[in-house]
């Protein structure tokens, strides 16, 4: 089983609707989790981190269940320029190591 | 966060040679982390770099494939050593980001392909 599981769709959705990802991961050990927007051929960038209360950014809500081991972004009112990949990203234990799931993708179409 | 450059940004290499992948940090940092991303694939850790001492190796890769130097705080490389077609991948580099929540910042990445 990986440690960081996702979707990785494609998920292709019009402009304007809501899209939701979901992540989970293997060790219940894990400290700090993020959601990483990665484009093509481009490094991977950090988008948010995942607060145990949930947290918003403008268009963006993650959720983190510690209970369940899931992470959840949700995009609103998608853009064409959301259209990437987005990765779910554990740290474990404080250690520095970034655990990465394959990444989900989502095309955005007019 | 951190200003991070790569060089190079990509090569294309002949199988049995080695490359040397510089990463510079424009601030001081404890460690430096570096991530292979093959073809299709998600981010895997190499190794983490840490000034004055030897990297350490995740499992799977071995110094003498991947031999790292962090001479100071703020520069590393990684040598990718007798290549061969399977290592063609992206080579990224990171350092930490605020110590109360451990994100990272990556580095503009080596697209490497070797033949």
């Known amino acids: 089983r990986k440690e960081v599981e996702q979707d990785p769709g494609p998920f292709n959705v019009p402009e304007g609707a809501t899209v939701a990802f979901n992540c989970t991961y293997s060790n219940s050990a894990s400290q700090s989790f993020f959601w990483y927007r990665q484009d093509c051929r481009k490094e991977p960038k950090l988008l948010m981190s995942?607060?145990?209360s949930g947290n918003e950014d403008g268009r963006f809500t993650a959720q983190l269940n510690r209970a369940s081991q899931y992470i959840s972004l949700l995009i609103r009112d998608s853009k064409l320029s959301d259209s990437a990949t987005y990765l779910c990203v554990v740290n474990g234990r404080n250690t520095g190591k970034l655990i990465f799931g394959q990444g989900t993708t989502l095309q955005v179409k007019p | 966060s951190a200003v991070i450059s790569q060089k190079p940004s990509r090569d294309i290499c002949q199988r049995g040679t080695s490359l040397t992948i510089q990463c510079q940090v424009d601030?001081?940092?404890?460690?430096m982390f570096w991530y292979r991303q093959q073809p299709g694939q998600s981010l895997t850790l190499i190794a983490t770099a840490n000034q004055g001492s030897e990297a350490t190796y995740e499992s799977g890769f071995v110094i003498d494939k991947f031999p790292i130097s962090r001479p100071n705080l703020t520069f590393s490389t990684l040598t990718v050593s007798n290549m061969s077609p399977e290592d063609s991948s992206i080579y990224l580099c990171?350092?930490?980001?605020?110590?109360?929540?451990?994100?990272?910042?990556f580095g503009p990445g080596t697209r490497l392909t070797v033949l």
């Open positions: 601030s001081q940092v404890t460690m």
């Open positions: 990171s350092v930490p980001g605020s110590p109360a929540y451990n994100e990272q910042f």
């Open positions: 995942v607060y145990s």
